[in-house]
């Protein structure tokens, strides 16, 4: 998650610097810039270039600028507006889809305020079918019918699952089981649907959910072990609440093509792992690498573990854990985006 964190008053900025020491020590944020003043022209550059603003700010002045600019709760940024003594943290927009609630309960635990959040299933105790695709990184693809499906919940009627006969989806099976006890949910297994594709069905509804690849990129010092690395790899899964069933690939520098632990894991995994030649690590460009220069030095390449797990991840992926080390191994990952 790319933030962007916006105040207009020296309080609110000096509140924007802490906050930005706590958001940088979590690797599930990618990076995090300041802005300062000039509210209503910044807004509408962060509005398409961030994953999430936070607006340290009354809501009047946050309500105002982002108005003429929201268009959809797949598309619109998580929005969180904070009060710059810090006394309340309020997710505002893309709650679900954009994430905002959950960052918010997370904001409010590094300040130490209180969190406020308003849509139904949240305040119910319930699980909404948006968040249930967030959670799973999985793309919606007609979220106009979100609104049936949680209303179901919401009045605690069954929804289905349909998934094809012949993938594995246990990361699916062990979600529901872990988080839906206050839900009533059932399984359908079918040959009739594409096995990228999750669809929940509700009396005359349908929604259809992308399974989006995520990669592991890793980079390691030569002999690092499988259980060496999965140190690092089942660290980045706790952070990301995902189930190593949910991983399509794994990925690294072509240095790497004959490192044991990485090919152990990758046979213990059952996914392949993809050796991304030295040139393209070296030409490729991403806003969300963090370079080494001590790699730099070491092999000509100033990131293996994020440019080999985006570049496999295919055009428009992105980071959702960035370059971390573990005790001789770093682990980043990578979604992808497919049409």
Do not use: Q, W
């Not at 179901?152 to 989806?169: C, D, G, T």
């Amino acid at each position: 998650m790319k933030i962007a964190i916006i105040s207009v008053s020296k309080k609110g900025y000096d509140l924007s610097l802490l906050l930005k020491k706590h958001l940088d020590k979590d690797s599930t944020i990618i990076n995090t810039d300041i802005y300062y003043k000039d509210v209503k022209n910044t807004f509408k550059i962060l509005f398409y270039e961030y994953d999430a603003i936070i607006a340290i700010m009354a809501s009047g002045i946050l309500i105002r600028s982002i108005a003429p600019l929201i268009k959809s709760k797949v598309s619109d940024p998580a929005i969180l507006n904070i009060d710059e003594n810090a006394n309340f943290v309020i997710s505002t927009l893309s709650g679900h889809l954009g994430g905002a609630n959950k960052l918010t309960s997370k904001v409010a635990d590094m300040l130490n305020a209180t969190e406020v959040i308003t849509t139904a299933t949240d305040v119910n105790k319930k699980l909404g079918v948006d968040v249930i695709a967030k959670d799973l990184y999985l793309t919606v693809k007609n979220p106009k019918e979100i609104v049936y499906f949680n209303k179901a919940i919401l009045n605690n009627e069954e929804i289905m699952f349909r998934v094809n006969s012949k993938e594995n989806y246990d990361f699916l099976f062990d979600y529901l089981n872990d988080n839906t006890l206050e839900i009533d949910v059932s399984i359908e297994f079918t040959s009739s649907i594409n096995t990228d594709e999750i669809h929940v069905l509700y009396k005359n509804h349908k929604l259809i959910m992308k399974i989006e690849d995520i990669v592991v990129g890793i980079g390691c010092k030569r002999g690092k072990s499988k259980k060496d690395i999965l140190i690092g790899l089942n660290k980045a899964l706790d952070d990301l609440n995902i189930s190593k069933n949910r991983l399509s690939k794994l990925a690294s520098g072509e240095i790497k093509k004959n490192e044991k632990g990485i090919l152990d894991l990758s046979k213990m995994l059952n996914i392949p792992v993809n050796f991304v030649e030295m040139d393209k690590l070296t030409l490729f460009k991403s806003d969300e690498i963090h370079e080494s220069e001590f790699v730099k030095s070491k092999f000509g390449v100033g990131s293996v573990s994020e440019a080999s797990a985006l570049i496999t991840a295919g055009f428009d992926s992105k980071l959702i854990y960035k370059k971390t080390a573990f005790n001789g191994v770093t682990i980043a990952l990578a979604i992808s985006k497919k049409d």
